[in-house]
Structures are given as structure tokens and as C-alpha cells.
């Protein structure tokens, strides 16, 4: 519990492994996994606990890492339309961070263009980690 409060997640993750676990620490578990760019592994958990809290969370981080196809799959579950509009939004920012990434590495383009392309996709891939605002757990300990 104090290396979750510390934002200790890997400690977290490696002392749970083979611990009993309550369900408040399988959520804090859970969450530990989402920090560390793990949604898979906390998408296991709340398969069992069935937290729609710990869902919404989960289904953002799936955005955040761009793996949309798994986001649209929970998003289905979820039967939410705000959900939708994040995916289509998310979709959106992961199309332009596609173009901009590959039109960096296009030799075809000015040297000019190519920086302005690189600006623009960590530009993209910020906006797309930012869908969803922070947290709760994020908003409460002040990140």
C-alpha cells in the first residue's frame, strides 16, 4: 500500500505477484499496471473485478498507447457514447501522428518540412495522450 501511495508502481506489480490479494489491491494493482504501460495486464484484473471506473480508465490508456483497435473493442463493451467520441477522436489524432511521422522521414520533403513534421507529431502524439484529461489518481496527488 505505501508503494502505491509513493507511485512506486513496478514495486507494486512485483510485490503482488504472489500475493493474496484483496480487491481494493487488485485494483491499486491494476492501476500500477496502467501507469506502467501495461492496460492488458489491468484489463485481466477487472475482467474479474468489474470495475466500470477501472474500465474508463483502462480504455483511455489503451488510447493513450495507441493501441485503438483494443480501445474500440472495450469501447463496444462499455456502451458508452462519450467513449465513442474519445475513439473517433483518438483515431483522428493517430491518423494525423501517422502523416506527420512519416512525412518526417520522407526524403521527397524539404529539411524544412521534415522538422516541421517532427514538431507536428510529437505535437499529435501529445494531444492524443492528453484525451480524456488526467485521472483522479493524478488530479489527487497534484501531477
Do not use: C
Not at 32 to 38: D, G
Not at 48 to 65: D, N, R, V, Y
Request: hydrophobic share 35%.
Amino acid at each position: 500500500d505505501l508503494a502505491y501511495m509513493q507511485k512506486k508502481f513496478s514495486t507494486v506489480i512485483s510485490v503482488s505477484q504472489d500475493a493474496d490479494l484483496t480487491a481494493v489491491r487488485k485494483v491499486k494493482l491494476a492501476i500500477s499496471y496502467i501507469y506502467q504501460n501495461q492496460p492488458e495486464n489491468a484489463l485481466t484484473i477487472n475482467s474479474e473485478i468489474k470495475s466500470q471506473q477501472l474500465q474508463q480508465l483502462i480504455f483511455l490508456a489503451l488510447i493513450h498507447e495507441g493501441k485503438l483497435d483494443q480501445a474500440a473493442t472495450l469501447a463496444k463493451s462499455m456502451n458508452n457514447k462519450d467513449a465513442d467520441r474519445v475513439l473517433e477522436v483518438g483515431k483522428t489524432y493517430q491518423a494525423a501522428y501517422e502523416k506527420a511521422k512519416a512525412d518526417a522521414n520522407n526524403p521527397k520533403l524539404s529539411e524544412t518540412d521534415r522538422k516541421q513534421a517532427l514538431k507536428d507529431q510529437h505535437n499529435w502524439l501529445a494531444l492524443r495522450k492528453s484525451l480524456g484529461g488526467k485521472s483522479p489518481y493524478e488530479e489527487s496527488t497534484n501531477e
